[in-house]
């Protein structure tokens, strides 16, 4: 069965600090992935996506960037964190059996002080 | 601008009672989806629905996708304070996902 992971679950950084969270995906090969920030109680907003390694799509300019450097892992990561990036930050991924479902790990929530 | 709206964004019933939860959009999605999240944990999947017109059920929860993929429901019946969370539907266009702004569920016991 497929599984994601993300760590770490909940970080607190100095507004400045770099980021690097991480997601990874077991039991799936060549899946797509996805990082979402969701603000408290609400809906997400989609931030990265890839279809595959090296592939990366932004749809929101910002302070962000990621990566995929293996195919079933997936980095977020910031050279300088500003206090709007404190967020629940969620990875989730979908593939080609299951084209039309994404799945989501367990989020990481980020403080930015 | 929201692809995907939500409706109501806050609800508060009594256990016992029914309710509907509506995701509509002026766009037409390949499939929909609704997860259920609860604080500080990842959304959970519920139920996706593919093709128009197409009614799903989940114990108590009954799904229905629009005969034109641009809009769906979902209905709880007798509400259990176990329903309580957030309420999150999802349209996927290609490899891409637009999300809801989310229904805030509350089951008072």
């Known amino acids: 069965s497929q599984t994601i992971h993300q760590w770490p679950a909940t970080l607190v950084q100095p507004v400045g600090s770099p980021l690097s969270l991480e997601c990874t995906v077991e039991g799936t090969s060549n899946p797509n992935l996805y990082w979402y920030r969701q603000a408290a109680g609400r809906g997400l907003q989609l931030l990265f996506y890839?279809?595959?390694?090296?592939?990366i799509s932004s749809e929101v300019p910002q302070n962000l960037s990621a990566s995929r450097p293996q195919d079933r892992q997936f980095i977020l990561s910031s050279k300088k964190l500003l206090l709007s990036d404190s967020g629940f930050y969620l990875c989730?991924?979908?593939?080609?059996?299951?084209?039309?479902?994404?799945?989501f790990g367990p989020g990481t929530r980020l403080l930015v002080l | 601008t929201q692809l995907l709206e939500q409706s109501p964004q806050f609800l508060s019933i009594q256990e016992g009672e029914n309710l509907t939860v509506y995701c509509n959009s002026s766009?037409?999605?390949?499939?929909l989806q609704w997860y259920r999240q609860e604080p500080g944990e990842g959304p959970v999947l519920l139920v996706t629905?593919?093709?128009?017109?197409e009614v799903k059920k989940l114990k108590r929860l009954t799904f229905q996708f629009g005969d034109a993929r641009k809009d769906s429901s979902l209905h709880i019946t007798a509400a259990q304070p176990g329903d309580t969370g957030l309420y999150l539907c999802?349209?996927?266009?290609?490899?891409?996902?637009?999300f809801g702004t989310g229904t805030s569920l509350t089951v008072i016991p």
């Open positions: 989730a991924w979908s593939g080609e059996d299951f084209q039309e479902t994404q799945y």
């Open positions: 999802a349209g996927a266009i290609g490899n891409q996902f637009y």
């Open positions: 890839s279809v595959g390694i090296g592939q």
């Open positions: 629905v593919v093709t128009g017109g």
């Open positions: 766009s037409v999605f390949s499939s």
